[in-house]
């Protein structure tokens, strides 16, 4: 079994099946805008050989913490893999992925990338510009490697600027002093830009190819990299969890984003906002747990 064996009517018909599921999580509240969307919400995009889509596929929606495996892959490319490890750990986390806790006892240095910690350290490798013009730079070469046409969201960005997230806040004086980063300001900033870039679930499935299959301008050992970093880290605490479940790289966002990458395949999109107590998308785990299952996709099968 394969992804390109997928079906348009069991997707339509897994879709129907998880809609309940999105009655069971809540929406985050202290991001106002993420906090008015409507729950029922539900999209997938596949793509294989062919594209699949199923559900409300026209509704954009911002990525949070979608974005950052490819943030990752992004510095991975600029400034090479030695440098991005003396910035960012590569182990897993049990805690919640805005531990300040957990940086305390690893004395300031992030366990890894796919957590707030480790994503605010890394823009420290960004060039010392404005967050503005670093989010462009980024976006750019997102938009060109993936063929996507993900936007910055101005009015998501005013939501999360308008109730100043002092947890991120502390993260970052904690890598000051660990001189990771120099400055707060630039970091959060920087951070909260990259969070509220905005596509479609084509956009965000067509972000997934980018680790999935080779690609011209991405290292293949990057791309390996970046996905053995989603698969132990990417669901944060249930990480473990999913690995053994569903068995993919998969990286989920407050937004109810959730992407899984089938390797040498193609990649699954999942958008549905209400989340658990994690912070990832119910009905999205479920329906990654569901095509994961039915085809056969898991990377140890
Ligand atoms: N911007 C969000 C935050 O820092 C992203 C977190 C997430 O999606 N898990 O809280």
Redesign the pocket.
């Known amino acids: 079994m394969a992804l390109a064996h997928l079906t348009q009517a069991d997707l339509d018909s897994w879709v129907t099946q998880a809609r309940r599921f999105t009655l069971q999580g809540r929406l985050p509240d202290?991001?106002p805008q993420l906090a008015q969307v409507d729950p029922r919400l539900l999209a997938v995009h596949t793509i294989a050989d062919e594209s699949l889509v199923s559900g409300d596929f026209a509704q954009p929606f911002v990525l949070?913490?979608?974005i950052k495996p490819f943030l990752l892959l992004f510095l991975l490319e600029q400034v090479g893999s030695d440098r991005v490890f003396q910035q960012v750990g590569t182990e897993p986390s049990d805690q919640p992925?805005?531990s300040i806790p957990q940086l305390k006892n690893d004395d300031g240095f992030p366990r890894n990338p796919m957590i707030?910690s480790g994503a605010i350290a890394l823009t420290g490798l960004m060039p010392k510009t404005s967050g503005s013009e670093r989010c462009e730079a980024f976006r750019r070469w997102l938009n060109e490697c993936a063929q996507t046409q993900f936007i910055l969201d101005e009015k998501a960005l005013a939501s999360?600027r308008s109730l100043p997230?002092q947890t991120?806040r502390a993260i970052a004086d904690l890598l000051v002093q660990r001189e990771l980063l120099d400055r707060v300001d630039l970091a959060i900033d920087t951070?909260?830009q990259l969070?509220c870039l905005s596509g479609t679930i084509a956009d965000l499935a067509q972000l997934g190819s980018l680790l999935a299959k080779p690609h011209k301008r991405i290292s293949p050992i990057h791309q390996q990299m970046v996905s053995a970093l989603m698969l132990t880290c990417g669901l944060y605490e249930v990480s473990g969890k999913f690995a053994v479940r569903v068995g993919l790289p998969m990286k989920?966002?407050?937004?109810g984003a959730l992407l899984a990458i089938v390797p040498k395949q193609g990649a699954i999109a999942c958008y549905s906002p209400a989340i658990d107590k994690v912070?990832n998308s119910v009905a999205g785990l479920f329906l990654v747990e569901k095509l994961a299952q039915e085809l056969e996709l898991s990377v140890f099968r």
């Open positions: 202290y991001i949070m913490s979608v992925f805005h707030n999360v997230n991120n951070y909260n969070c989920s966002g407050v937004s912070g």
